[in-house]
């Protein structure tokens, strides 16, 4: 098979649908099998207010998992002939775990005594504790920054780039309204399509942290 020919086989239009698909299913094939020992025991749980601790602690594993999910599709690659999201998934998780991990459990830990009696204020601090949560595990896949870093850029990526503000509260929107259509296992098995999505929102607060942040 001819260069030329090798080329326009992974980059047609159709080679790269197939791509992204095949992205898709590897990644979330491969956060399934990183966070679903945790979801899996969560499961397991009764919808009871005293099991709020036990089912964060069950959600610990997520973190890292989003955060290698994420660091895999912002580097994907639709050449068919060139396809590595498992490793790229692998490496997110490497280099990554640990920040996620911090960024993860300071969300849980904030959110989930909120849990307990929602009201109004409740839910407003669980609203602005998420969004946080993403512009922060975005920042911590994406760059390399301390841990006081992240927390400060993803509070300042609140107001700087509002427009993403906005888009990942629709986002959040979406994920709710999917749990009460349906069930929470529904976030985890579309998961590499709401972190594809939420990188799509995220592309303004990248090129600014890019700009004004990263030399």
């Not at 749980?45 to 997520?62: F, I, K, M, T």
């Not at 990554?96 to 929602?118: E, R, Y």
Request: aromatic share 8%.
């Amino acid at each position: 098979m001819s260069t030329a020919l090798t080329e326009r086989f992974g980059t047609g239009l159709l080679s790269q649908a197939a791509a992204m698909v095949y992205t898709l299913l590897a990644v979330e094939l491969l956060f399934l099998v990183t966070a679903g020992p945790g979801l899996a025991l969560l499961v397991l749980l009764d919808r009871d207010p005293s099991n709020l601790p036990l089912a964060a602690l069950c959600l610990l594993p997520v973190g890292p998992a989003l955060s290698a999910a994420i660091y895999a599709l912002h580097r994907r690659r639709l050449d068919l002939t060139d396809l590595r999201p498992g490793a790229a998934f692998l490496r997110g998780y490497r280099l990554n775990a640990v920040g996620a991990l911090k960024v993860w459990g300071l969300w849980l830990l904030v959110v989930t005594p909120n849990l307990f009696a929602p009201g109004a204020a409740q839910l407003v601090v669980i609203a602005v504790a998420t969004v946080w949560m993403l512009n922060a595990l975005v920042v911590t896949s994406l760059f390399v920054f301390r841990g006081r870093d992240v927390a400060r850029l993803s509070a300042y990526l609140l107001i700087r780039s509002f427009g993403v503000t906005v888009s990942n509260v629709c986002l959040i929107v979406v994920a709710l309204a999917g749990v009460w259509l349906w069930s929470e296992a529904v976030l985890a098995l579309a998961a590499s399509l709401l972190v594809l999505a939420l990188l799509g929102n995220a592309r303004p607060a990248i090129a600014v942290v890019r700009k004004e942040f990263v030399g």
